[in-house]
């Protein structure tokens, strides 16, 4: 298949360990943050999001923890599967916009 | 397939020839978006539908860049005169408010 990103930041994980991806965003007006996952060949999938109004929100194995004093977005897995290898992305959107802007993106390889 | 279905997957095509990619969102969103992807990048942003309205295309978008939306359903995109840097992946999304994006699998245009 194609590949998504070939200069990526590699991330690479045994499996089962927790993965934390990290992502600095530029706009302190964003009010909405989402993670997407990418495998290749395929549009972004969406994964997780929060509202500024929030630090930290829980799905299932996934938490994404948001600190505005610093605009960084971090996405946590916990016990990282062989299915979870893909490319993922930040993206924000501005109170009161309608389009995300992404950020550029980090490769996570999960190790058997 | 309840999902965003985008067509054709992939395109190849001799610089200097037009090209029109379709999108058909999910049925009841009435917002409709086009984001275009370079190898390891993030998706940038394009043009935003709102039904029928095209509300506002980015300045990446030239104007060989024609998008449509007639009949506030499926969405059209076309470039005319293609240029080599005008290869890409053509993502859509759609959604219902401006929250909840579900993108396609995209359309990847090779200009040779």
């Known amino acids: 298949g194609e590949s998504v990103g070939l200069h990526l930041p590699t991330l690479s994980v045994q499996e089962g360990d927790n993965s934390i991806i990290n992502c600095a965003y530029s706009?302190?007006?964003?009010?909405?943050f989402i993670w997407y996952k990418q495998e290749s060949g395929k549009g972004p999938q969406f994964i997780i999001d929060?509202?500024?109004?929030?630090d930290k929100r829980q799905g299932q194995r996934v938490t994404v923890l948001l600190n505005k004093t610093v605009k960084h977005l971090s996405l946590q897995i916990a016990a990282t599967q062989p299915g979870d290898s893909a490319v993922y992305f930040c993206?924000?959107?501005?109170?009161?916009?309608?389009?995300?802007?992404f950020g550029s993106g980090t490769r996570l390889l999960v190790r058997p | 397939d309840t999902g965003v279905s985008q067509d054709p997957r992939h395109k190849i095509t001799k610089r200097g020839q037009n090209v029109t990619f379709r999108c058909d969102p999910i049925?009841?969103?009435?917002?409709l978006y086009w984001y275009r992807q370079t190898l390891g990048q993030g998706p940038e942003f394009l043009t935003y539908?709102?039904?029928?309205?095209?509300?506002?295309k980015s300045r990446l978008l030239s104007d060989r860049f024609s998008a449509e939306r007639p009949k506030g359903s499926f969405s059209t995109l076309e470039i005319q005169r293609t240029e080599q840097g005008d290869s890409a992946m053509y993502l859509c999304?759609?959604?219902?408010?401006?929250?909840?994006?579900?993108f396609g699998s995209g359309t990847r245009l090779t200009v040779v």
């Open positions: 706009n302190s007006a964003s009010d909405y």
């Open positions: 999304a759609s959604s219902l408010t401006e929250v909840g994006y579900t």
């Open positions: 049925s009841e969103h009435n917002r």
């Open positions: 993206a924000e959107r501005m109170d009161s916009s309608y389009k995300l802007i």
């Open positions: 539908f709102q039904n029928e309205a095209q509300l506002e």
């Open positions: 929060i509202r500024s109004n929030m």
